[in-house]
């Protein structure tokens, strides 16, 4: 298994720009999101999907949409990017169940961008 | 709203030293605990979990207990190593929809 990959790794944008970081598992688990890291702050939570066709807004969603057309993928796109969105930004993925796998979520290696 | 608290860093320990990174929160319910380490340029990955009052997480040489009377979930090791060097959060889910809310992160750096 691959786990929970992204692309790209890094990214450079100028302001106004959009674009879609890709994110895909293949764990079967119904559960992703997004969240971006900045230093100081912890990850805080985008958007989130408990399931194909199914998606809610985090803590921070503004300036960013996502869709979950299939189990596998949950893009997040930038849709005018800002220097305030210059961040790493992390996808993660979990299963819906319980016992011991339930609920610990598998993140991917994350995707560096800088707005400028 | 559902918040967590981490003691701030960065911790500087040598070789061998105790390790304690304190960690509360606050949440209504009976939310799940976790802790997450990040090594230098990766993903963060599940050190330990504990999913309900006095149970004790723990993985690597690491534990942690959650205390419902103290809403604490605090991160000890007995002896650490250089390769204990990370970046530690603590998280906690209150419903299990893939949500996770985290702490701000504690740099831990492990001198030989």
């Known amino acids: 298994n691959a786990g929970v990959t992204q692309t790209p790794k890094f990214q450079v944008l100028k302001t106004g720009q959009s674009m879609t970081l890709q994110c895909a598992q293949d764990m079967n688990h119904e559960y992703m999101s997004w969240y971006r890291q900045d230093p100081g702050m912890g990850l805080r939570l985008i958007h989130y999907s408990v399931g194909a066709g199914i998606t809610d807004q985090g803590e921070v969603p503004n300036g960013y949409n996502v869709s979950r057309s299939t189990t596998e993928d949950f893009p997040l796109r930038l849709l005018s990017a800002a220097p305030s969105q210059t961040s790493v930004y992390f996808c993660a993925s979990s299963y819906s169940g319980g016992g011991e796998s339930g609920e610990t979520q598998y993140f991917g290696p994350g995707t560096r961008l800088l707005v400028l | 709203g559902d918040s967590v608290t981490q003691m701030e860093g960065p911790v500087t320990l040598s070789e061998e030293a105790f390790l304690t990174i304190n960690c509360t929160y606050t949440a209504t319910g009976y939310p799940s605990l976790f802790w997450y380490v990040q090594y230098p340029g990766e993903g963060l990955q599940l050190l330990l979990k504990?999913?309900?009052?006095?149970d004790k997480g723990s993985n690597k040489g690491f534990e942690a207990t959650y205390r419902k009377e103290t809403t604490s979930f605090h991160l000890e090791k007995g002896s650490v190593q250089v390769s204990d060097s990370a970046v530690y959060f603590c998280?906690?889910?209150?419903?299990?929809?893939?949500?996770?809310?985290f702490g701000q992160g504690t740099t831990l750096q492990v001198k030989p």
């Open positions: 504990a999913t309900k009052a006095d």
């Open positions: 998280a906690l889910s209150s419903s299990n929809t893939g949500k996770l809310i």
